[in-house]
């Protein structure tokens, strides 16, 4: 059993800066990699950004290159997603979410179906 738990979504003015954590936990976590991904209101689930826990490369969606950090500290199965300069357009619920272990197939980050584990969400509302 593999429980990922997102943490840090709040309420903040456009231009100003927040930090995602999710914690993975599980004696059955042997994920190679973390992503997130974010649902605005009436829209489509859209990546945001992903880690390999090992190697630490790291891929970004378009909207958010350049202004969105990923990170992982594998000590403590917790991923970070360093949001900077949010826009109104950010808003959304916030998943975390990790594949199995790796297939040795390749390894596409946007794509949804790469992962089997998702957390419950956490809420970042930005005001302009």
């Known amino acids: 059993q593999v429980t990922l738990v997102e943490s840090g979504g709040g309420l903040v003015q456009a231009g100003e800066s927040l930090t995602l954590s999710c914690a993975a936990s599980g004696h059955a976590f042997n994920s190679f990699a973390m992503g997130w991904f974010r649902r605005a209101p009436g829209k489509e689930r859209e990546f945001v950004a992903a880690?390999?826990?090992?190697?630490?490369?790291?891929y970004y969606g378009d909207s958010v290159k350049g202004r969105f950090t990923i990170s992982r500290d594998n000590n403590k199965n917790v991923a970070y997603l360093r949001m900077n300069n949010l826009e109104a357009g950010d808003t959304a619920i916030y998943y975390c979410?990790?594949?199995?272990?790796?297939?040795?197939?390749?390894?596409?980050?946007?794509?949804?179906?790469?992962?089997?584990?998702w957390g419950q969400g956490t809420q970042v509302t930005v005001s302009s």
């Open positions: 979410a990790a594949p199995g272990p790796y297939s040795g197939t390749g390894y596409e980050p946007s794509r949804e179906g790469e992962y089997i584990h």
């Open positions: 880690i390999l826990w090992k190697a630490g490369a790291t």
